[in-house]
């Protein structure tokens, strides 16, 4: 464990800027890609390791380059006044620009997940660009602007998927990303941030789901959440963001259904939210046959179950197939996990009799 004084200033300014920067530089790619970033004991390397997206770094480094992201992150935040009196900066009393501290948050992140502060610039940050986008409505930067918006929405989201489902002690069950995840797909344009579930007519007029949106995006947030689950046992605060999606999603058939006036397309969204979200169901619930003991799993999979758009006897029947096959797995390998017992009781909420399946 180690005991951070913050107002101690590092031993070796000159190396910790050298590694800060190289850390920076792996960990923003020219391109989006999904990082997978482990902390290494000093043993097995005193520098850092890169091999295509995967990245190791020592504690005790990555200790000095949080040290040193902060005092330029503080440089960035605090007045001049403050700065001079404590000693903060980034090593030469110069204070950082506003790319400066934006890159210093992406160490402290990795640092230590719940530091609040920096996801709240990042935020800000993200806001600003959305204002100077609107500003320019109507001038010849505005699609540039936008452009410029919509990748840095997109870098966020793959950054915060980088973080939450590396093997990383505790980004996977931090509160403080999930909320900021959440916060980037409330906020922002679903162009950007590629969360909608829009239709859009063919020439003969009917209706089908534009690829990559909607569906496909509720299909990899499940799979971020279940390697998070994976990560980390038990993951209440990752299974409670799925949850949040899911309202999100039928929170847009509602909508979705009162704009539409055309019944043709208002039955093609219906019909495809409907497929995938058994689809969902089956995914999940093999999600948790392979993790019996995770209870955050199985409690996700009675809320995807109670949600199921599907209503009737066609929403018992597929009900009661999932407590069939849970049922087989447990006399198949005498199961005696708490976790799928509850879940097995849960039976009744769907007016299912336990000891009468449908087959």
């Not at 800027?17 to 990082?35: A, D, G």
């Not at 110069?94 to 402290?108: C, G, N, P, Q, Y």
């Not at 998927?161 to 403080?176: D, F, I, Y």
């Not at 980390?232 to 259904?257: E, F, I, P």
Request: net charge neutral.
């Amino acid at each position: 464990m180690y005991f951070l004084n913050v107002s101690t200033r590092p031993a070796h300014p000159s190396l910790d800027m050298s590694s800060s920067t190289t850390l920076i530089s792996l960990l923003t790619p020219p391109t989006l890609t999904v990082l997978e970033i482990e902390i290494l004991p000093s043993s097995i390397s005193t520098t850092i390791l890169h091999s295509d997206n995967c990245i190791g770094i020592p504690k005790p480094l990555l200790l000095s380059c949080f040290l040193h992201a902060r005092s330029i992150f503080l440089s960035h935040t605090t007045s001049s006044q403050i700065l001079n009196a404590n000693g903060h900066g980034n090593g030469n009393g110069r204070i950082a620009t506003e790319k400066e501290a934006l890159d210093a948050t992406l160490v402290i992140l990795l640092f230590d997940a719940g530091y609040v502060s920096a996801v709240n610039f990042r935020k800000r940050w993200l806001v600003g660009l959305r204002r100077d986008a609107v500003i320019l409505l109507g001038h010849e930067k505005t699609e540039a602007r936008k452009k410029e918006l919509a990748g840095a929405v997109r870098r966020e989201m793959i950054w915060i998927e980088s973080l939450v489902t590396s093997p990383l002690s505790k980004h996977a069950k931090s509160s403080t990303l999930w909320a900021h995840r959440l916060w980037v797909i409330r906020s922002f344009d679903i162009e950007a941030v590629g969360v909608g579930m829009r239709v859009s007519r063919t020439e003969e007029g009917a209706a089908e789901r534009e690829e990559g949106r909607g569906t496909g995006f509720v299909e990899r947030e499940l799979d971020i959440v279940m390697k998070a689950g994976e990560r980390h046992a038990g993951n209440y605060h990752a299974w409670n963001y799925a949850r949040d999606v899911m309202r999100l999603v039928m929170s847009w058939v509602k909508t979705k259904s009162c704009e539409e006036d055309s019944k043709e397309v208002m039955d093609g969204v219906s019909n495809g939210v409907d497929e995938a979200w058994m689809h969902w169901v089956e995914k999940m619930h093999r999600w948790c046959l392979g993790h019996p003991r995770d209870i955050s799993g199985w409690s996700f999979l009675v809320f995807l179950m109670g949600h199921c758009p599907h209503r009737g006897e066609q929403r018992e029947d597929a009900a009661s197939d999932v407590f069939r096959k849970t049922k087989e797995f447990v006399e198949k390998f005498q199961w005696q996990g708490k976790s799928v017992d509850w879940f097995l009781r849960s039976a009744s909420n769907f007016h299912i009799d336990p000891n009468d399946w449908k087959q």
